[in-house]
């Protein structure tokens, strides 16, 4: 399999695209220092305790208080909070865990009023972020993931991913970690680990501790509600856990970004680093046709090659998708071979919008009646193939007798949405025309305003049809007669996100001004 990773830097942020084959099969964006995210930590204060939930509410600086189950304070939570307390008082001498006598596991089946009180100061990781009203689920039993382990404080134990299955092999893993694991640290042994030297584990895990010595320096002189340790950008999160021998090409067209990646890819994989390929263009989903598989495959109908479609609904409890035949083409004369080969088609399909989309919670789809128990078997394996890349936690039900298959989707983050119609571009949703005329005039006075409080590099984001209008022509363009009005640096670009009649102006710090 081709996998490639396109880097799309534009004034409104970075997004990330991971194609298998050419096909897009997870997008990503990146929203800078952004609060909250999976795999932060914080230290928190406890609003209070809830006996009957057997939880607590944490405040962590979300509008919301996070939700923490006695569940996942983890076994290690007395020594966390032992650890927490020596650190704040500064009598925790050192980041290291090696002189530190941590205390007994606390009860699995225990109560919460038993080990967290109100007003209690705790360390806390985000497990999921905040989806529709609710705030941040937390977790107490921390680890830091890196490329080949994942690194779990205060315990000693050696876990290793269930895919490594050569005994000889886990064997190994396990005697080199046992070696070189710090006392009273765990490891979690990840697959990509599977065959790689010593000296690149070593170099993992001497990263992870620097991170741990990091959180250790700010838990010193922290007060709740504070983020502690954030988790790493999006870019170098998606290459640390994506980034496979199979990787052909990672596309950026930011070469600040390009710089950033290469010295990754030289910490984590220095066979790589040839693969980043820089493209000098304004907008590279537009020129790699990222936006119309975007456009394609967010839609409330999602329309397949043969023919076939899905229609993909969400409510509150649950996302629903049915599946259609439609003009399906090369169908065969037997309905039931037929009703199979659109179901086992639109399986792998299925499976791709789940990994695209993210979605999470219950799903129920309601594939094309079969009425032979074989294909209906059939089917149930050939969506379990499809979804084993799904990194995301998942269960597969077979088929009910009214031939809907349920599946239950870890959901840590909210459904990522994307609109694929457009307002009307000439009367904006509102059932009214504006002349063309006025709309130059509306860009005019939004310059004319960024001029007024001292903006001079602004940067201009337009559909490419008004945009070739606006740069028509060498010496006497639209766009140069602002300049020279306005006095300013002015960059306009192109793209093919914008709707017809929408503008977006930017300051050199990548803000946006608005009237």
């Known amino acids: 399999m081709n996998i490639e990773l396109v880097i799309n830097s534009t004034s409104r942020g970075v997004a990330l695209a991971l194609l298998h084959d050419k ?3 997870e997008l990503h964006h990146e929203q800078g220092n952004q609060d909250f995210a999976v795999g932060d930590i914080y230290l928190g204060k406890v609003r209070k305790v809830i006996p009957s939930l057997n939880a607590a509410f944490v405040d962590v600086g979300y509008e919301k208080d996070a939700f923490l189950h006695y569940l996942d304070l983890g076994p290690q939570f007395s020594s966390l909070g032992l650890y927490t307390k020596r650190t704040m008082r500064k009598s925790q001498k050192e980041a290291g865990l090696a002189d530190f006598r941590t205390l007994p596991d606390i009860d699995k089946n225990g109560k919460i009023k038993d080990v967290v009180s109100s007003s209690q100061q705790i360390v806390v990781q985000v497990a999921k972020e905040p989806i529709s009203q609710k705030g941040p689920r937390l977790t107490s ?11 779990v404080p205060f315990s000693n134990k050696i876990s290793m991913s269930q895919r490594i299955t050569s005994e000889e092999e886990r064997t190994r893993l396990k005697r080199l970690m046992q070696s070189i694991r710090p006392k009273n640290f765990g490891i979690i042994i990840r ?6 030297k010593v000296a690149e584990l070593d ?3 001497r990263e992870l501790m620097e991170r741990w010595d990091k959180l250790y320096n700010n838990l010193k002189d922290a007060k709740p509600p504070q983020r502690i340790l954030g988790e790493l950008n999006k870019t170098n999160t998606v290459l640390r856990d994506v980034l496979t021998p199979n990787f052909a090409a990672i596309h ?9 990646i290469r010295n990754y890819l030289k910490n984590i994989a220095p066979e790589k680093e040839s693969i980043l390929k820089v493209h000098k263009v304004k907008d590279l989903f537009d020129t790699m046709s990222v936006y119309r598989q975007i456009k394609s495959a967010f839609g409330k109908q999602v329309n397949l090659k043969s023919g076939a479609y899905l229609i993909v609904e969400q409510t509150e409890a649950m996302h629903v998708i049915d599946v259609n ?3 399906r083409k090369g169908g065969v004369k037997n309905q039931e071979e037929n009703a199979l080969q659109t179901n086992l088609e639109c399986a792998e399909e299925i499976a791709r919008i789940l990994r695209l989309r993210d979605m999470g919670g219950i799903i129920c789809i309601d594939f094309i009646d079969m009425q032979n128990k074989a294909n209906q078997k059939k089917l149930y394996e050939a969506l379990k193939e499809a979804m084993k890349d799904d990194k995301a936690k998942h269960n597969i039900l077979p088929p009910s007798k009214f031939g809907v298959i349920e599946i239950t989707r870890q959901r840590v983050r909210p459904v990522t949405e994307i609109k694929t ?3 009307c571009p000439s009367c904006n949703g509102k059932g009214t025309v504006q002349a063309p005329l006025l709309f130059t005039d509306e860009i005019q006075t939004a310059l004319s305003h960024a001029s007024e409080i001292g903006k001079k590099r602004l940067t201009l984001i337009l559909h490419p ?10 010496w006497n363009s639209i766009a140069r007669t602002w300049k020279k009005k306005f006095g300013m640096k002015l960059h306009v670009e192109s793209s093919s996100d914008s709707e017809f009649l929408e503008y977006h102006l930017f300051d050199e710090n990548g803000e946006e001004i608005t009237v």
Do not use: Q
């Open 141 to 151: 039993e921390i680890t830091l993931p890196g490329r080949y382990i994942v690194l």
């Open 252 to 260: 950026v067209n930011d070469e600040g970004l390009a710089i950033e």
């Open 23 to 25: 096909k897009l099969v």
């Open 203 to 205: 170099a993992d895990l």
């Open 325 to 327: 035949s439609g003009n």
């Open 421 to 423: 119609s457009e307002k």
């Open 191 to 196: 697959t990509v680990a599977e065959n790689k």
């Open 465 to 474: 049809m008004v945009e070739a209008y606006v740069t028509k022509g060498l």
